[in-house]
Nanobody, 126 residues
Framework: QVQLVESGGGSVQAGGSLRLSCAAS????????MGWFRQAPGKEREGVAF???????IYADSVKGRFTISQDNANNTLYLQMNSLKPDDTAMYYC????????????????????WGQGTAVTVSA
């Protein structure tokens, strides 16, 4: 069974950068479709960045050009590089994995993901 542990969250000023890591254990990350979600207090959980579906990674419109998802299958680790952070990026960030691949170039629903990390908090101040 896959276990996911996030790290790298913290507090940063607007315009700064953070890199989140998600260490997976139990199964090889190459056998799962993985991505990142976030949820701010009082807001719905939203998809942020996901692995390739049709030759390209998938990003929410709000983070395109600022966030980059990558995966190191040799070390079973997923990353989210976050640059040019904004106060609206403040949220709890979760990595997640699906047992089935995602084939559409659109944000996959959170309800279709089988495994979740505990979350890592990101706070961006103005």
């Amino acid at each position: 069974q896959v276990q996911l542990v996030e790290s790298g969250g913290g507090s940063v000023q607007a315009g700064g950068s953070l890199r989140l890591s998600c260490a997976a254990s139990g199964y090889s990350t190459s056998n799962y479709y993985m991505g990142w979600f976030r949820q701010a207090p009082g807001k719905e959980r939203e998809g942020v960045a996901f692995g390739k579906s049709a030759g390209s990674t998938i990003y929410a419109d709000s983070v395109k050009g600022r966030f980059t998802i990558s995966q190191d299958n040799a070390n079973n680790t997923l990353y989210l590089q976050m640059n040019s952070l904004k106060p609206d990026d403040t949220a709890m960030y979760y990595c997640a994995a699906r047992t089935l691949w995602w084939y559409l170039h659109q944000l996959p629903p959170a309800t279709t993901f089988n495994y979740w990390g505990q979350g890592t908090a990101v706070t961006v101040s103005a």
